[in-house]
């Protein structure tokens, strides 16, 4: 990726944003909780869908299109949204 491309991807206000460790994820530009479950939390970030997999899940804190979700983290998945833009 070139640079110019990789610093506009940093702000794009637009797309999901996921920071994660082992314990904790933190999921940016959520518009709406899908499903939640104990090994499974499914957000809607408008161009795609966020699935963080794993257990014992608590969202610690939801605020501003902002989700901080605590537990074991096994995976993220995102999916493109079915006739969502293309940009």
Known sequence: ???????????DITGPKVTASANAAIIENVLRVVLI??????VDTGRFFVTVKGSRFVISEIWEGRMELEGKIEGIEFYKALGKDQA
């Open 37 to 42: 479950s104990d090994t499974s939390v499914t």
């Open 1 to 11: 990726m070139k640079l110019i491309n990789e610093f506009t991807f940093d702000f």
